[in-house]
């Protein structure tokens, strides 16, 4: 299994910026698909931006321009930079992770809290 680690949430005014890290295993492997969910109270899980093992990325319509999700092997942590805030981006986020072909996710992170005030 591939063990995921998300850091960087916390409580920012609209309008700022956030980062938020998933620190994933050394031996994680080449192919590895990552990406960035988001699930808020009694909503359901939505994907924020997709990135796949040849580095094209994918990103929810909604968030383009605003959200930028990037991977860094040398540290093995998988990024979203995230602008421009707003009181609906509150939500727990989630980075998840799978080496298979399909559209699913096998491993999952605990989650970092995202609190945008107005």
């Known amino acids: 299994d591939v063990q995921l680690v998300e850091s960087g949430g916390g409580s920012v005014q609209a309008g700022g910026s956030l980062r938020l890290s998933c620190a994933f295993d050394?031996?994680?492997?080449?192919?590895?698909?990552m990406a960035w969910f988001r699930q808020a109270p009694g909503k359901e899980r939505e994907g924020v931006a997709s990135?796949?093992?040849?580095?094209?990325?994918i990103y929810a319509n909604s968030l383009k321009g605003r959200f930028s999700i990037s991977k860094d092997s040398s540290k093995n942590a998988l990024y979203l930079q995230m602008n421009s805030l707003k009181p609906e981006d509150t939500s727990m986020y989630y980075c998840?992770?799978?080496?298979?072909?399909?559209?699913?996710?096998?491993?999952w992170g605990q989650g970092t809290q995202v609190t945008v005030s107005s």
């Open positions: 050394a031996y994680t492997p080449a192919n590895v698909r």
């Open positions: 998840a992770a799978d080496t298979s072909c399909g559209g699913g996710f096998r491993w």
């Open positions: 990135l796949a093992s040849d580095g094209s990325s």
